[in-house]
């Protein structure tokens, strides 16, 4: 029984420690990338259009030089900021670099800590943007 017991711990600590390996932390100063099939100005479209349903106003959308900035959001007691940089990889394909800041808030409520974005965040917002790329592209066709 005590040989059963040991052996089930060690496989709780396995199953814990392995399943926290996929949610490693993106360095703050690195911006994670996605490449889009789709012209600039509809995957531009698509992300601004994404992160406004998500919450987020945008402070900056500059079409010339590919930028894309928001207003911290609270949600959670954390707050996200999200920054994007676009640019075209050719004819018909759309290159996204985004940056997730994350702060938790501190026990008093008015300072926040600095903490790295995980990458199921990254994941969950370039699919966003994926799902957005082909609506903007249905609705083009829709249009003709």
């Not at 392995?18 to 789709?38: F, I, N, R, W």
């Not at 945008?58 to 676009?86: C, N």
């Amino acid at each position: 029984m005590g040989e059963r017991k040991a052996l089930g711990w060690a496989l709780a600590i396995l199953l814990l420690t392995g399943g926290c390996a996929g949610l490693e932390p993106v360095s703050q100063k690195e911006m994670e990338s996605h490449t889009y099939d789709g012209s600039y100005d509809m995957v531009f479209k698509a992300v601004v259009s994404v992160l406004e349903q998500k919450g987020h106003r945008i402070t900056r959308a500059d079409k010339d030089q590919g930028l894309i900035d928001t207003e911290p959001v609270e949600f959670k007691y954390k707050r996200v900021t999200i920054s994007a940089e676009l640019k075209p990889v050719g004819k018909q394909r759309t290159e996204v670099r985004a940056r997730i800041e994350l702060a938790e808030r501190g026990l008093m409520g008015s300072t926040y800590k600095p903490e790295p974005a995980k990458m199921t965040m990254y994941d969950d917002l370039f699919t966003e943007i994926e799902l957005q790329v082909y609506r903007e592209h249905f609705l083009k066709i829709e249009r003709k």
